[in-house]
């Protein structure tokens, strides 16, 4: 079993940038790919970003592509979100998930966070 934990979600004005952290517990992380998915509430799940195991391969949403980027640290444990020029409609909950087959959907992820909270002022 993996456990998935956010972290560094808040309130930030357009334009502005925040960075979200994910750490994993147990020894097989590194084994894993792991994605960011973001959701409002009464829409579904969207997805976000996602990187293989190893970091080589990185995947972004329309959305995002260009503004956001996914990394890792495999000694760490973690993965990171890095988020710029945010704008209000990339106001949700954003969940680390990981250990899936596939990268895109939320049905291809085994494991999940409880997901932090952006809020992009404007």
């Known amino acids: 079993q993996v456990q998935l934990v956010e972290s560094g979600g808040g309130v930030v004005q357009a334009g502005g940038s925040l960075r979200l952290s994910c750490a994993a517990s147990?020894?097989?992380?590194?084994?894993?790919?792991m994605g960011w998915f973001r959701q409002i509430p009464g829409k579904e799940r969207e997805f976000v970003a996602a990187?293989?195991?190893?970091?080589?391969?990185?995947y972004y949403g329309d959305s995002v592509r260009g503004r956001f980027t996914i990394s890792r640290d495999n000694a760490k444990n973690t993965v990171y979100l890095q988020m710029n020029s945010l704008k209000p409609e990339d106001t949700a909950v954003y969940y680390c998930?990981?250990?899936?087959?596939?990268?895109?959907?939320?049905?291809?992820?085994?494991?999940w966070g409880k997901g932090t909270l952006v809020t992009v002022s404007s």
């Open positions: 998930a990981g250990g899936g087959s596939g990268y895109y959907t939320p049905g291809d992820m085994a494991y």
């Open positions: 147990g020894r097989t992380f590194s084994l894993y790919r």
């Open positions: 990187i293989s195991a190893s970091g080589g391969g990185t």
